[in-house]
């Protein structure tokens, strides 16, 4: 109780991991609110739960709340769960996948997780699972980094050829950073996937740091 007050002044420690996969993480009581940051970085709740929840704006609320399958990249404490569930009324199945076993534990031991009835979270590589993966999804949520890194399967052809294929008339939102080294990867990224056919729509420095590529359903055919 006295930290959580104590977070309206300062942010408050409340625990700290190490993983091999995401460095140091601090569960950390900010104005109130539990959040998961790295070392460089919030990794969920907080300002990214914000940037997220405005690629859903773009998208959509109404189009979420009639889906019935997302597909999440990148799970973390699980803050684009609780904005589907609780802020968006969306009452489909999430499919969460995350290398991290550290991140999964913090995130059932002090953010609920296992309170959300219709997610089922896989341990697994993103990649690994999109390459092997024969469902398919109407929203696909790609937020995966290691600390404030961006793997490197993120920029390969392959990878969106699999997201393409497992969202042929769904969404894919894309957390991912702009800076000087990535730009030329991700317009070959926009590049590509308007060779599927695609919208791609682009939202640039949502609080502040983070840009959300979106790519809209194949031109002519949509399920919603």
């Known amino acids: 109780m006295l930290k959580r007050l104590l977070s309206y ?6 625990a700290t991991f190490e993983s091999a996969i995401s460095g140091t993480l601090e569960v950390v009581v900010e104005r109130g609110k539990l959040i998961l940051n790295t070392a460089n970085t919030n990794y969920s709740y907080g300002n990214l739960q914000r940037v997220l929840y405005s690629g859903l704006q773009a998208i959509g609320i109404q189009k979420i709340r009639k889906m019935r399958n997302v597909l999440l990249l990148g799970v973390g404490a699980g803050s684009v769960i609780d904005s589907l569930y609780r802020e968006i009324g969306f009452d489909g199945k999430v499919t969460a996948v995350d290398l991290d076993p550290v991140v999964l534990e913090v995130a ?7 309170a959300f009835e219709n997610v089922i979270v896989i341990a697994d590589d993103a990649n690994n699972y999109v390459n092997s993966c024969t469902h398919r999804y109407d929203l696909i949520i790609v937020d995966v980094f290691c600390d404030y890194t961006m793997p490197g399967f993120l920029f390969d052809a392959k990878f969106w050829a699999n997201l393409h294929r497992l969202s042929n ?15 030329p990867k ?6 590509l996937l308007e060779a599927y056919n695609r919208d791609v729509q682009f939202l640039s420095k949502i609080e502040e740091k983070n840009d959300l590529l979106i790519a809209h359903p194949v031109k002519n055919i949509s399920s919603f």
């Not at 991912?176 to 080294?181: A, D, G, K, T, W």
């Open 169 to 183: 008339s769904g969404y894919i939102l894309f957390n991912c950073i702009l800076s000087q080294e990535n730009a």
């Open 108 to 114: 059932q031991r002090y953010f609920n997780l296992k």
């Open 186 to 191: 991700i317009n070959n990224i926009i590049t």
């Open 9 to 14: 002044i300062r942010p408050q420690v409340v």
